[in-house]
């Protein structure tokens, strides 16, 4: 199926305007972080995976009172909680839920005392009936091991696929993906930072899994490149690259549009729990679909330039012509 036949845009035209707007976004994310960095001493509002402490997620009958329960909270001893009202996220009638957050304990044998202390407070200060929904309880020592995990996966999934388009390309299309795909990762993070979103290991997740779609369809618009390089070797680079994504368009709307729908549906109706993956998917497969095009395809030929103002100009490799 095609859905847009001779189509002739010319992308890098529109480079500089590409630039500006991830730099736009990536500013924006690194200056947000920079603010949570001063305030909490993490770039990133990290959810309990991470952090440590305990998260109790509990269900009133009644429509919360933040604020009060916040004072029953405190009148119980328990200093530095964090409550937070998820009805509006959730966007469900009667929802009146809410996050009740106690912070890092060195103590991990205290984290497990701390749903019991928050039902105690909740019970003899605050009379609105409540159930209990989920604890999330995390040691300290857990959390910085599942952090550094975290980011050596994603590290070391960027690596592989660098390695992989080496060997599969040239070591060039390897950067520009890997550079394509660190673009990405910065801006669905700095996306979290902007909107105070906590990062959780299903974020995590989230991450790796937009790494691996974003390469792929980066993947596609380089092997069209190659096969017209193959095709056209007289024809100068930003032609074939102009032409190479604007043939894959049409698959590039087709596979992205209908993966956006799903992964859009599901934050919507997915509910609390999927929210923080359904959300980093939404923007990773805008950004990713958006970098294929704006930022992978461009590094190639401001590549190829740069190497013939040094005189170094070396063709891009073409796909080998297929065996009988």
Known sequence: ??????????????????????????????????????????????????????QV??????????????????????????????????????????????PEQHDESALDQGRQQIVDALQAHYDNPFAVLNVDVV?????????????????????????YLWFRFQLIYGVAAVVACFHDTLITVGAFALLNKEISLTVIAAILT????SMNDTIVVFDRIRENLRLNRREALPDVVNRSINQTLSRTVLTSGLTFLTVL?????????????????????????????????????????????????????????ARV
């Open 1 to 54: 199926m095609e859905l847009f036949r001779g189509v002739n845009i010319d992308w890098l035209r529109l480079k500089w305007y590409f630039l500006a707007f991830s730099m736009i976004f990536s500013v924006a994310g690194l200056v947000s972080m920079g603010i949570h960095w001063a305030q909490i001493g993490s770039p990133l509002p990290l959810g309990v995976d991470f952090k440590g402490g305990t």
């Open 57 to 102: 997620h509990v269900k009133f009958q009644q429509t919360p009172d933040i604020n009060r329960i916040r004072e029953a909270v405190a009148a119980a001893g328990i200093k530095d909680a964090t409550i937070q009202s998820i009805q509006a996220e959730i966007n469900e009638s009667g929802g009146n839920e809410v996050l009740i957050g106690l």
């Open 139 to 163: 040691g300290p020592t857990v959390g910085h091991q599942l952090e550094t995990k975290a980011l050596l996966a994603t590290l070391w999934s960027m690596l592989g696929m660098l390695v």
């Open 210 to 213: 937009l790494v691996g779609y």
């Open 265 to 321: 549906s599901l934050y919507i109706f997915g509910g609390q729990v999927l929210r923080g993956f359904s959300f980093a998917l939404v923007v990773g497969i805008l950004i990713g679909t958006y970098s294929s095009i704006a930022v992978a395809a461009p590094m190639l030929v401001a590549w190829q330039e740069w190497r013939t103002k040094q005189g170094k100009a070396v063709a891009l490799p073409a796909a080998k012509r």
